[in-house]
T-cell receptor
Framework: GDSVTQMEGPVTLSEEAFLTINCTYT??????LFWYVQYPGEGLQLLLK?????DKGSNKGFEATYRKETTSFHLEKGSVQVSDSAVYFC????????????FGQGTRLTINP | GAGVSQSPSNKVTEKGKDVELRCDPI?????LYWYRQSLGQGLEFLIY????????KSGLPSDRFSAERTGGSVSTLTIQRTQQEDSAVYLC???????????FGNGTRLTVT
């Protein structure tokens, strides 16, 4: 079945460092891809998405490009801030609809000042 | 409220008892989703409501699980005759229309002893 594999955490970086969180997927067909973020004490929220190959999703300085040839959707940010400390989840849509998502395990990111 | 609200935040129950978990979605959101996260697992889709349409129940793991949504707003997830493997964090999410969940609640942590 469909699956998502994320870079294992925790990841610790200094402020202003470059961030990459790897995400690869296995799916039948052409799924949509998502990144969710969970800030401390809050529920998950959708961060960005891409619905077809070569699409780039972006939000709050984060970007991820849908790479069909490598089945990847890596999350990147050029200069992280302490406020980016959170747990990040990569997900793909079930081919039947985007309401039924398959999630990765989550990657905890800590940014030190 | 401003976000998705779930209650209770924690629930401890004895094996064999029934439990009810409640979700208050963001006002005006027509789509409501239930997911669960078991220890060491990613989020797992349970059920999806969209407006007045029949719910997508394809993720419910057994007939002990059921959910309803009254008046297109509040939803209740019921687990009958709880088992230890039901122990997990149960998450509710909502969205203004079709597609992926936008905002999740903080979840209900269910422990079956």
């Amino acid at each position: 079945g469909d699956s998502v594999t994320q870079m294992e955490g925790p990841v610790t970086l200094s402020e202003e460092a470059f961030l990459t969180i790897n995400c690869t997927y296995t799916a039948t067909g052409y799924p949509s891809l998502f990144w969710y973020v969970q800030y401390p004490g809050e529920g998950l929220q959708l961060l960005l998405k891409a619905t077809k190959a070569d699409d780039k999703g972006s939000n709050k300085g984060f970007e991820a490009t849908y790479r069909k040839e490598t089945t990847s959707f890596h999350l990147e940010k050029g200069s992280v801030q302490v406020s980016d400390s959170a747990v990040y989840f990569c997900a793909l849509s079930d081919r039947k609809g985007a309401q039924k998502l398959v999630f990765g395990q989550g990657t905890r990111l800590t940014i030190n000042p | 409220g401003a976000g998705v609200s779930q209650s209770p935040s924690n629930k401890v129950t004895e094996k064999g008892k029934d439990v009810e978990l409640r979700c208050d979605p963001i006002s005006g959101h027509t789509a409501l989703y239930w997911y669960r996260q078991s220890l060491g697992q990613g989020l797992e889709f349970l059920i999806y409501f969209q407006g007045n349409s029949a719910p997508d129940k394809s993720g419910l793991p057994s007939d002990r699980f059921s959910a309803e949504r009254t008046g297109g707003s509040v939803s209740t997830l019921t687990i009958q005759r709880t088992q230890q493997e039901d122990s997990a964090v149960y998450l509710c999410a909502s969205s203004p229309g079709q597609g992926p969940p936008l905002h999740f609640g903080n979840g209900t942590r269910l422990t079956v002893t």
